[in-house]
T-cell receptor
Framework: AQSVTQPDIHITVSEGASLELRCNYS??????LFWYVQSPGQGLQLLLK??????LVQGIKGFEAEFKRSQSSFNLRKPSVHWSDAAEYFC??????????????FGKGTHLIIQP | DAGITQSPRHKVTETGTPVTLRCHQT?????MYWYRQDPGHGLRLIHY???????DKGEVSDGYSVSRSKTEDFLLTLESATSSQTSVYFC??????????FGPGTRLTVL
């Protein structure tokens, strides 16, 4: 069965510093991968997604992620964080176990704290 | 924002009572999903639907049932609510190569 691991439960970064959030997946075939962000008390917003092709994916709000098949990773990066980036970040992989669209499997999330 | 609404947005109920949560979409999308979100667990799939009257179980389906009689509505029912079902419930639409969009969530407290 597919799974997603986000090794870091909490990360603290100074405003203006670079950011990397880690995500490792387990999936037999080529995965469909996603990063979502959730601000406190809000729903989930898609940051970016990877289906195929270029392994470096650009998203919204200045985020990017790189798919590395050899490492089963899909890490999220941002060169310079802003206080408004403080939120919960979720990595997810599409299930597709039965063909068709049968939902996402999420990691447990990484809570990002921005220090002034 | 994708046209997804959830009702109610907040609900407090007692153990043993039935509860129905509603998800309504205006995007005419074929696929719809129910997830629950709990601290330390991320989001977990409860049930999903790939068309009217076509539904299937997700990873945490015990104690939940769903129905989809119209494309736009996907109902999640807790037949007899338990305290372990206290959670935030999210509906989503999309899937396949389409992005999944999430609704605003329903916070359910079972006392």
């Amino acid at each position: 069965a597919q799974s997603v691991t986000q090794p870091d439960i909490h990360i603290t970064v100074s405003e203006g510093a670079s950011l990397e959030l880690r995500c490792n997946y387990s999936y037999g075939a080529t995965p469909y991968l996603f990063w979502y962000v959730q601000s406190p008390g809000q729903g989930l917003q898609l940051l970016l997604k990877y289906f195929s092709g270029d392994t470096l994916v650009q998203g919204i709000k200045g985020f990017e992620a790189e798919f590395k098949r050899s490492q089963s990773s899909f890490n999220l990066r941002k060169p310079s964080v802003h206080w408004s980036d403080a939120a919960e970040y979720f990595c997810a992989v599409a299930r597709y176990s039965g063909g068709g669209a049968d939902g996402l499997t999420f990691g447990k999330g990484t809570h990002l704290i921005i220090q002034p | 924002d994708a046209g997804i609404t959830q009702s109610p947005r907040h609900k407090v109920t007692e153990t043993g009572t039935p509860v129905t949560l509603r998800c309504h979409q205006t995007e005419n999308h074929r696929y719809m999903y129910w997830y629950r979100q709990d601290p330390g667990h991320g989001l977990r799939l409860i049930h999903y639907s790939y068309g009217v009257k076509d539904t299937d179980k997700g990873e945490v389906s015990d104690g939940y049932s769903v129905s989809r009689s119209k494309t736009e509505d996907f109902l999640l029912t807790l037949e007899s609510a338990t305290s372990s079902q206290t959670s935030v419930y999210f509906c989503a639409i999309g899937g396949g190569r389409d992005t999944q969009y999430f609704g605003p969530g329903t916070r359910l407290t079972v006392l």
